[in-house]
């Protein structure tokens, strides 16, 4: 085979109509090939990445009401994780779920194999009674899939701040799109990254390790591998910002130098300007406000916040 036919093609089309345009971008799931999944998890172990520690202690604190909200009434629920990763915040939840005998399984969905060959090797070592059953699919296909058979109804678990990966309007279209595939008593259990001191959400995408940067620069590395590009990372800066006015976290690739990229696997040549830049993810940040628009647009009702103590980070109830 050739090298353009061994290629990943949804790779190869995110980056070629990203980086046409004219104003650079590339689709933040780029980040997340062997080695970004790795690098994440370094990042979640960081002093200033705060975000793990306060969902982390939402969930010891208050999973036994997490476990009578959702199973209230029911003989038994479906649990389903977007993104679950390493799964060490969830496992809080499953290890009491299943100590409380509840009667559930838990199908976490992930576009990444390898995270979730992980994931359940971990899982049936820490919980071996764990009812587990790993989705490799998109999340709508996921839940196209499950609602086919389903008899329970359906929790759908998307933590760790991950709605803030979306800029606000697709947010929202987000939600929708999930509630529009939920039946009448299901529900989301969604993070949500709260607003707070400026400085500290800057220095948890720009911290004192380097270890953001190394994870946003591993995207330049993996187009190189992938499609026989020849960026040269030195030539680049990793930039995060922060507007504490609309909430949005945004992070940049920033091009040196004027310079000229040429993707070989896809035949493309990408010039640069002198500082131009690439933008490769948003992080979102929310007030309750911003919450119950989400949730209201969509036909949702907040039934709970779940906060840390320092009021960080929320994990919202929300039913249809």
């Not at 209230?72 to 390493?86: H, K, S, T």
């Not at 990254?193 to 995408?205: G, L, Q, T, V």
């Amino acid at each position: 085979m050739t090298t353009t036919e061994k290629i990943n093609f949804s790779v190869a089309d995110a980056v070629k109509e990203g980086l046409t345009q004219k104003e650079k971008s590339l689709p933040s799931w780029l980040f997340y090939n062997k080695e970004g999944d790795r690098l994440f998890q370094e990042i979640m172990k960081m002093p200033e990445y705060y975000l793990t520690n306060c969902e982390y202690d939402i969930f010891q604190k208050y999973k036994n009401e997490i476990l009578s909200l959702i199973s209230a009434d029911v003989e038994g629920f479906n649990l389903i994780e977007f993104g679950a990763g390493d799964g060490l915040k969830t496992e809080i939840l499953l290890k009491h779920f299943v100590d409380q005998k509840a009667t559930f399984n838990y199908k976490p969905v992930d576009i990444s194999k390898n995270v979730l060959n992980l994931l359940q090797q971990r899982m049936q070592k820490s919980i071996p009674d764990l009812d587990i059953e790993p989705i490799n699919k998109e999340y709508f296909s996921a839940l196209d899939a499950l609602n086919e058979a389903r008899k329970n109804p359906m929790v759908v678990l998307f933590m760790g701040g991950n709605i803030g990966n979306f800029e606000l309007k697709n947010a929202h279209s987000f939600v929708n799109q999930i509630a529009e595939k939920l039946r009448t008593g299901d529900r989301i259990i969604m993070g949500f990254d709260m607003k707070k001191d400026p400085e500290m959400i800057r220095s948890a995408y720009n911290d004192a390790q380097g270890i953001t940067r190394q994870f946003n620069m591993n995207l330049l590395t993996r187009l190189n591998n992938e499609l026989d590009a020849n960026f040269d990372l030195e030539q680049f800066k990793h930039y995060p910002s922060y507007d504490p006015q609309t909430g949005t976290t945004k992070s940049f690739l920033i091009s040196q130098k004027k310079q000229t990229v040429h993707l070989k696997a896809i035949d493309t040549t990408i010039h640069f300007k002198a500082w131009e830049h690439i933008h490769v993810e948003v992080s979102q940040k929310f007030d309750e406000d911003m919450i119950e628009n989400i949730a209201t647009e969509a036909g949702l009702k907040v039934e709970k916040y779940f906060y840390d103590e320092k009021e960080y980070f929320a994990d919202v109830v929300m039913r249809k």
